[in-house]
């Protein structure tokens, strides 16, 4: 099993910024995927940010030029800075882990698409 802890999650004002941290633990490995989602009150979860298949962060529309995503493998620890914040930005943010799909010659896709097994407790980001 793997463990996902966020934080650094808090209040920002429009046009801010905030910082947030993912520590896994566990049965975690470095290949696994990783990636952050959100969900706002009523809306359905959706992909901000994950590591593709070779390990680059990929952004979805909204997150894209605005929210930076790092890994640190030495400290098995998942960030995302974001910036430019708007009260749209406004939710619960989890921090999400996988092993991947496989390929049949090695590897493992990973991605936004992908379905993610583990997911932390969240971190609430709101902006206003």
């Known amino acids: 099993h793997v463990q996902l802890v966020e934080s650094g999650g808090g209040s920002a004002l429009p046009g801010g910024s905030l910082r947030l941290s993912c520590v896994a633990s566990g049965d975690f490995a470095a290949t696994h995927c990783m990636g952050w989602f959100r969900q706002a009150p009523g809306k359905e979860r959706e992909a901000v940010a994950a590591?593709?298949?070779?390990?680059?962060?990929r952004y979805a529309d909204f997150a894209r030029g605005r929210f930076a995503m790092s890994k640190d493998d030495a400290k098995n620890t998942l960030t995302l800075q974001m910036t430019a914040l708007n009260p749209e930005d406004t939710a619960m943010y989890y921090c999400?882990?996988?092993?991947?799909?496989?390929?049949?010659?090695?590897?493992?896709?990973?991605?936004?698409?992908?379905?993610?097994?583990?997911r932390g407790q969240g971190t609430q980001v709101t902006v206003s």
């Open positions: 590591l593709d298949t070779q390990g680059t962060p």
């Open positions: 999400a882990a996988d092993a991947g799909i496989p390929f049949l010659h090695g590897g493992s896709f990973c991605g936004l698409s992908l379905t993610y097994k583990y």
